[in-house]
C-alpha cells in the first residue's frame, strides 16, 4: 500500500518570527577599530571619568536638597520647589553628563505635557544609554527595581524620580506596580509623567518584541517615543549575549563622538475599543512604533530571554530556547516552567546532534524504534517547516497540539485494551511486542528495552499505572498510537471498498500474521468500534494545528 499523505494546513500565527533572535549582539570590533579605541581613550577615557565623577557628586547633591526631610516620602509627589529642582537642575546636570561623555542628540518632534500625555513609552530599549530619554522629557518617573534604591549615591538620584518601585520578594508585585501606575496617570497632574520602556528587556534594535501591558491598563493617552544610534561603530547595545556593561561603557568612553536620535511621536489616544483591551492598545502602539522605525514585530518576551540562558546551561545553542513565549503560552495554555521541563527533554534528545535540533534518527532512538513509516509521519507533523528536523519551538508545539490532545484517559485506557488482547488487566512482552511490531510493519523489532523502561516494578507485566504514567510522561506515544489508529481506518476504509469483510476474531490479527493490511480492521474493532471511529479520530486535531 502506498504511505498515507496528511493534508498539514499550518495556522499561520504559529510561523515562526522573522527576527529569530533579538537578545543577541555579535558585532565585534575589528582590529583597526581597537587600535583607535585604544589611541583615543588614552586621552579621552581619564578624562571622561573625571568629568562623569563631578557630574555624578553634583546630581547627587541636587537630588538630597530635593528630597531633603520630604513630607511624606515616597507616598506623596513631589512639589514646588523640589520638583523645580529636579525638572530643571537635574534634568540639566544629566545632560550635560552626556554631552561629555560624548553623546550628539538629535530630538524630533515635540515633548507632550502631562495632561496630553501622562505615559511615556520608549522604545526599542537597548542600553543603560537609554535614560536620555529622562533628561529630555524633564526627569519623569521611572519603574526601577526596589534593590536599585539601596544603592549609594545612584540610590539617591533615582529616589528623587520617585520611581515605581519593584519588589521581586513580592509576589503580587507585578499587580501592586500596575495599580501605581494607574493611580499616578490618573492623578490629573500631581504626580509627574512616567517613562515607561515597555519590552522590559534589552534588544538589538532589529525589531520590536512583545509590549507588556503596565503602561496600557490605565487607559490615558500615551506619547511613543523612538530612540536610534545611527554609528559606525555599536558599542551601546546590552543584550543578553554580547559585550558586558563595563566594556559598553570603556568602548563608548573611547569614542569622539556617540550619536544618538530620541523621536516624540504624535500621541496615541485610546479608542474605547483599546481602553478595554490593553494588549490591542498596546498592540496598536507598537506597530505604529515599528512602522516609524521600519522593523518588524516579534512576540518574544523576557520569558524567553529565561529559555535561553537556560539552554546555554544545557549545551544547546542559546537560539534554541526562544519560542516567542507570550504567544505560544497563550494559544497552547502552557506554563513557563512547563516548557522549561519540556526543555530538558529536548536537550536530552538533541544531545547527539550539533546544531540543537532533532533529526528522524534522534527521533527514532529517544522513543526507542527504528525509523518506520508511522515514525516518519510522526515526525512530519513535528516538523512544521519541513527542513527534516524539529527545533524546540516545533516541538513545544507539536507537543501540544499533536500529543497533549491525544494523550487523555480515553486515549490511554484504549491503548492499554488494546495490546491487552486477553484482557487479564496486565500486559506481557509479548503482546507488547506483537501490537508494536504490527503497528510499525516491523515483524523481527526487538521491543524489550522499551518495554523494561515502561516495567517500573520490573515483574515482567504492565500493570494500567505503569502504562499510564509511562504513557503521561511521554506523550510523544500518544500520538504514535492515534496515528496508528488512522492508518487501521485508512486501510479499514479501503478493505470495505472493496467489499472485504474484516474478520471477527478477537485476536486473531496478531497471532495469525504480522501484516499491517491484516491487523488494522482487527485492532478497531477491539478498541473502536464502527459506530465511534470518528469520535476518537485524532486527524481533526492534526488539521486544527
Known amino acids: 500500500m502506498a504511505p498515507r499523505v496528511l493534508p498539514l494546513p499550518r495556522q499561520h500565527s504559529f510561523s515562526p518570527p522573522t527576527v529569530l533572535n533579538p537578545f543577541v549582539h555579535p558585532g565585534r570590533l575589528s582590529a583597526g577599530d581597537k587600535l583607535r579605541s585604544v589611541l583615543q581613550g588614552i586621552i579621552l577615557l581619564p578624562l571622561r571619568v573625571i568629568c562623569l565623577l563631578v557630574i555624578l557628586l553634583l546630581a547627587w547633591l541636587f537630588a538630597s536638597i530635593a528630597t531633603f526631610r520630604q513630607p511624606g516620602r515616597g507616598f506623596l509627589p513631589l512639589k514646588g520647589w523640589r520638583r523645580r529642582i529636579i525638572h530643571t537642575a537635574l534634568s540639566c546636570v544629566t545632560r550635560t553628563g552626556y554631552m561629555l561623555m ?71 508585585s507585578r499587580k501592586n506596580t500596575v495599580a501605581e501606575i494607574t493611580k499616578r496617570a490618573s492623578s490629573k497632574g500631581q504626580w509627574p509623567q512616567v517613562l515607561i520602556f515597555p519590552e522590559g528587556t534589552c534588544t538589538n534594535r532589529s525589531c520590536l518584541i512583545t509590549f507588556k501591558q503596565g503602561a496600557f491598563v490605565p487607559r490615558v493617552p500615551v506619547q511613543p517615543v523612538l530612540l536610534r544610534y545611527p554609528n559606525r561603530l555599536d558599542t551601546v547595545t546590552w543584550t543578553w549575549q554580547g559585550y558586558s556593561f563595563k566594556e559598553l561603557c570603556v568602548m563608548t568612553l573611547c569614542q569622539l563622538f556617540t550619536r544618538v536620535e530620541v523621536e516624540f511621536l504624535p500621541v496615541h489616544v485610546p479608542t474605547e475599543e483599546e481602553k478595554n483591551d490593553p494588549v490591542l492598545f498596546a498592540n496598536r502602539v507598537r506597530q505604529t512604533m515599528a512602522n516609524a522605525l521600519n522593523v518588524p514585530v516579534t512576540d518574544h518576551t523576557y520569558e524567553d ?74 515526525f512530519l507533523l513535528f516538523d512544521r517547516n519541513g527542513d527534516g528536523t524539529i527545533d524546540f519551538r516545533e516541538y513545544v508545539i507539536g507537543l501540544s497540539v499533536l500529543c497533549n490532545p491525544a494523550n487523555t484517559e480515553e486515549t490511554i485506557r484504549m491503548a492499554f485494551k488494546l495490546f491487552d488482547m486477553d484482557d487479564d488487566g496486565t500486559i506481557t512482552e509479548d503482546e507488547f511486542a506483537s501490537i508494536v511490531q504490527s503497528a510499525l510493519g516491523l515483524p523481527e523489532l526487538d521491543v524489550s528495552l522499551l518495554f523494561q523502561e515502561i516495567d517500573a516494578d520490573e515483574t515482567g507485566k504492565l500493570s494500567y499505572e505503569e502504562f499510564k504514567n509511562f504513557a503521561l510522561k511521554h506523550p510523544e506515544y500518544a500520538s504514535l498510537f492515534t496515528t496508528y489508529l488512522d492508518l487501521q481506518r485508512n486501510q479499514s476504509g479501503m478493505l470495505e471498498g472493496h467489499d472485504i469483510e474484516p474478520p471477527k476474531s478477537k485476536h486473531s490479527p496478531v497471532r495469525s500474521t504480522t501484516s499491517v493490511s491484516e491487523t488494522t480492521p482487527l485492532a478497531r474493532n477491539k478498541v473502536c468500534p464502527e459506530g465511534c471511529e470518528e469520535d476518537n479520530s485524532s486527524t481533526s486535531d492534526k488539521k486544527d494545528d
Open 102 to 172: 560624548g553623546f550628539q542628540v538629535k530630538v524630533k518632534g515635540k515633548v507632550a505635557s502631562l495632561t496630553e500625555a501622562p505615559i511615556l513609552v520608549a522604545a526599542p530599549h537597548s542600553s543603560f544609554f537609554d535614560a536620555i530619554v529622562c533628561a529630555l522629557t524633564g526627569m519623569p518617573s521611572i519603574v526601577s527595581r526596589e534593590e536599585n534604591l539601596k544603592t549609594p549615591v545612584f540610590g539617591t538620584i533615582l529616589s528623587s524620580l520617585q520611581p515605581v518601585a519593584v519588589s521581586r520578594q513580592d509576589p503580587d
Open 305 to 378: 530571554c529565561r529559555l535561553m540562558i537556560s539552554a546555554g546551561q544545557l549545551t544547546l545553542p542559546m537560539e534554541a530556547g526562544l519560542v516567542e513565549f507570550t504567544k505560544i503560552s497563550k494559544k497552547l495554555n502552557l506554563k513557563w516552567n512547563h516548557v522549561r521541563e519540556q526543555l530538558d527533554t529536548f536537550a536530552a534528545i538533541a544531545s547527539a546532534s550539533k546544531g540543537g535540533r532533532i533529526g528522524i534518527e534522534e527521533f527514532a532512538e529517544y522513543l526507542k524504534l527504528p525509523v518506520s513509516d508511522v515514525l516518519k509521519e510522526l
